[in-house]
């Protein structure tokens, strides 16, 4: 598989909107996760390939995942930050079909962009 390539992280204050971006390729479904200083990674956002979505409840409402299958790219607009979201976001391909939420369900990784949000 095809490394993700993540960017268009920063430091943006609260109430704020960042949008990520992740090219990959292929027929796959694509998440975004993130990791925050001594904390684990959790996930964020996932897509598959005919559109479907699903967010973890921190997010919903707030974040939105979207793809150009044209472009090979996935985008996280995040809208409303806060400072609880910074993290290093991670750009994910999942193994297998569906939509994975778990880790384990991914298995090709970015390097991560870094998102500070300050208060």
């Known amino acids: 598989q095809v490394q993700p390539v993540e960017s268009g992280g920063g430091l943006v204050q609260a109430g704020g909107s960042l949008r990520l971006s992740c090219a990959a390729s292929?027929?796959?479904?694509m998440g975004w996760f993130r990791q925050a200083p001594g904390k684990e990674r959790e996930f964020v956002a996932a897509?598959?390939?005919?559109?479907?979505?699903y967010y973890s409840d921190s997010v919903k409402g707030r974040f939105g995942i979207s793809r150009d299958n044209t472009k090979n790219t996935v985008y996280l607009q995040m809208n409303s930050l806060k400072p609880e979201d910074t993290a290093v976001y991670y750009c994910?391909?999942?193994?297998?079909?569906?939509?994975?939420?778990?880790?384990?369900?991914?298995?090709?990784w970015g390097q991560g962009t870094q998102v500070t949000v300050s208060s």
């Open positions: 994910a391909v999942q193994r297998g079909y569906g939509l994975g939420h778990s880790v384990a369900d991914f298995g090709s």
């Open positions: 292929g027929r796959t479904s």
């Open positions: 897509i598959n390939w005919s559109f479907s979505t």
